[in-house]
């Protein structure tokens, strides 16, 4: 998954149809050797047996919170997220279930099958739970702007 900030300063030189500035491209990426990549790291700040909820740590990106909630195969669960303080997107990557939302009086429960995304309302009440007719783990990923 890739998360990214909003940002006005992006240089392109390439395959878009948008203003590419090759020059200042090649001026200003770095030519030289470097180590592995930074791969983020995760810490579980929930869970069980059942299910795990992780979140992504980095130094490098103070601006951004992701989190990944993990429903095995078999949890019949139904998992209780944290509120997360500003407008937040989820994205299905496997499995399937539903999530139930509540905010300001109103409640719903949606389905969530592979590869669907919801916009998350701050402090939204939140409870995920996998589908018991699918096989696979139920993966959602988390992103929001970090406070």
């Keep these: 998954m890739e998360c990214m900030i909003n940002s006005d300063n992006v240089v392109r030189g390439g395959l878009t149809p948008k203003l590419k500035d090759v020059e200042t491209l090649v001026e200003i990426l770095p030519y030289s050797a470097r180590s592995a990549p930074e791969v983020w790291t995760s810490a579980r700040v929930g869970g069980n047996d059942g299910y795990q909820l992780n979140e992504f740590l980095t130094d490098q990106f103070q ?33 399937k279930g ?44 988390f992103a929001s702007p970090k406070l």
Aim: hydrophobic fraction near 40%.
């Design 63 to 95: 601006e951004l919170r992701i989190l990944t909630l993990t429903i095995n195969a078999g949890c019949t669960e139904t998992i209780e997220m944290p509120k997360l303080d500003l407008l937040s997107v989820a994205i299905v990557m496997s499995g």
């Design 98 to 141: 539903s999530i139930e939302y509540a905010l300001g009086g109103h409640s719903a429960t949606l389905d969530a099958p592979s590869f669907s995304t919801f916009y998350i309302a701050p402090k939204t009440e939140l409870k995920v739970q996998r589908s018991n007719d699918s096989t696979e783990p139920l993966v959602i990923y």
